[in-house]
């Protein structure tokens, strides 16, 4: 069998993020159920050198491949990612593909799958604290579930806070402004993402009442873990949406401060009030990437013009 090779061009025109709602959402539930395989996400230091990053194996039910990928962030910020599908059954690897952008796709639809269940129904105004690269992207995944008006950027950059705001503003064809402190960006803010956190930052103390507050894990080398960019009072008073409990406590939330995960709530969408304040804390799970994956792969199998090599040993009689 000879397995499929993938590289960044061929993922980003082949996957479709819209049509993975669904399957995503599914995916969240039996996750929750027990119906994937354990969440696992380890990430090490290499003494300078940046950090590698190792997901555990993805599986969903009825998907007849399962997945493993690695990842590696250089000092500098830049990131590789590789994933390997293999066949259920027989364990032959069907491909290998160039995951930087499969894996964004797949971390940000997350977040913008439990914005649909535990944001407000009318959230439209959006403040983003601290920026990366997957910022704009994870704006374009919250336009699929919400219909966005106004966004907000804090970022201690200027020049890249306006570099992000002036994209933003092109891409998104919304209204964006720079704020110069937090009260500033989240004052009206119905949404709020928190996406990076450096050593030395303080949390996030309040948010306005109803708002939807997502918080990414930075993955960052000087980064702090995700459950402190927000003060233990704004942890207390919110409900805490987690995608795993057990990695969740990894990356600092205490078990009395996690209501539920993100597959519990889908299944079973709670009564919201307008005052209630909620958040989603997210790292993204091994089954996301597959199912992306599955995708792309399924979109190319077919067409005899993409690389292969014939990487399995050949049996001799």
């Known amino acids: 069998m000879r397995t499929l090779f993938l590289p960044h061009a061929e993922v980003v025109q082949r996957l479709d993020a819209l049509s993975l709602l669904a399957p995503m959402r599914e995916g969240f539930i039996a996750h929750s159920r027990g119906r994937t395989a354990p969440g696992l996400v380890r990430a090490t230091s290499l003494a300078g050198h940046g950090i590698a990053r190792v997901t555990g194996v993805g599986l969903v039910p009825d998907l007849p491949a399962y997945s493993l990928s690695s990842a590696a962030t250089s000092p500098d910020g830049v990131e590789h990612a590789t994933l390997l599908l293999h066949d259920l059954e027989s364990g032959k690897l069907l491909a290998c593909m160039e995951a930087v952008h499969l894996r964004a796709i797949a971390l940000s639809l997350g977040i913008a799958i439990a914005a649909d ?8 105004r959006v403040a983003v604290l601290g920026t990366s690269d997957g910022t704009l992207r994870l704006l374009k995944m919250l336009r699929l579930v919400r219909s966005l008006r106004q966004i907000r950027v804090l970022e201690p950059r200027p020049q890249r806070a306006e570099e992000v705001a002036g994209r933003a503003y092109r891409e998104l064809s919304l209204p964006v402004r720079v704020s110069q402190d937090v009260e500033d960006a989240v004052q009206d803010a119905e949404l709020v993402l928190v996406t990076a956190g450096t050593a030395g930052a303080a949390p996030l103390e309040t948010v306005p009442e109803g708002c939807h507050v997502a918080v990414v894990d930075p993955a960052l080398r000087d980064a702090v873990p995700a459950a402190e960019l927000l ?5 207390k008073r919110a409900r805490v949406v987690v995608d795993d ?14 209501d539920a995960e993100l597959g519990e709530v889908l299944s079973e969408p709670p009564a919201r009030t307008a005052s209630e304040i909620t958040v989603h804390a997210t790292v993204g799970l091994p089954f996301q990437e597959l199912l992306a994956a599955w995708q792309v792969f399924d979109s190319a199998r077919e067409n005899p ?10 049996r001799t009689s």
């Open 117 to 124: 269940v535990l944001a407000r129904p009318e959230a439209s």
């Open 231 to 235: 003060s233990p009072a704004l942890r």
């Open 245 to 258: 409990r057990s990695i969740a406590r990894e990356a600092g939330w205490a078990d009395a401060e996690v």
């Open 305 to 314: 013009e993409l690389p292969r090599l014939e990487l399995t040993r050949r």
